[in-house]
């Protein structure tokens, strides 16, 4: 029961981590041709920051799922689901970019760990909106 319990709503996070930290890693990000030039360059600034949107945006809607849950989650109210939700995936952005300093041909940037953060949070934002308007939050909990 405990084991079913954490691959339902812990193991997700983790394998989501894991992705965010396996792309980061790159140091041989996609690159393509300049038409005008003809040189070769990185990927593009927008597709960058859409996957780290994305990425994030995720990463906080799993955690709070499983902050949030009754089943096998830690049975928080909404807003204390979501403060930690935004509070984790902040903390493992900053970690992340620290990290990415030491990739060969990248490099750590506080505007990255704000874009990940923000996006985590309008994510579980949007996400409590929705459910209290489905009428699908749970309103009591112990936490």
């Not at 690159?31 to 360059?41: F, K, V």
Request: aromatic share 8%; charged share 15%.
């Amino acid at each position: 029961m405990l084991l079913r319990r954490f691959a339902l709503y812990w193991l997700p996070i983790v394998i989501w981590m894991a992705v965010i930290l396996g792309l980061s890693s790159q140091s041989n990000l996609p690159s393509r041709t300049d038409p005008n030039t003809g040189e070769r360059i990185g990927t593009t600034y927008s597709l960058a920051k859409t996957w780290h949107v994305i990425e994030y945006a995720a990463l906080g809607l799993l955690i709070f799922r499983a902050a949030h849950s009754a089943g096998g989650g830690l049975r928080l109210r909404p807003g204390r689901a979501a403060l930690l939700s935004a509070a984790v995936c902040l903390a493992f952005a900053g970690l992340d970019e620290l990290r990415q300093s030491f990739v060969p041909r990248r490099e750590a940037s506080i505007n990255d760990v704000l874009l990940d953060g923000s996006a985590a949070t309008i994510a579980v934002i949007a996400c409590v909106l929705w459910l209290q308007s489905r009428g699908r939050l749970r309103a009591t909990s112990s936490g």
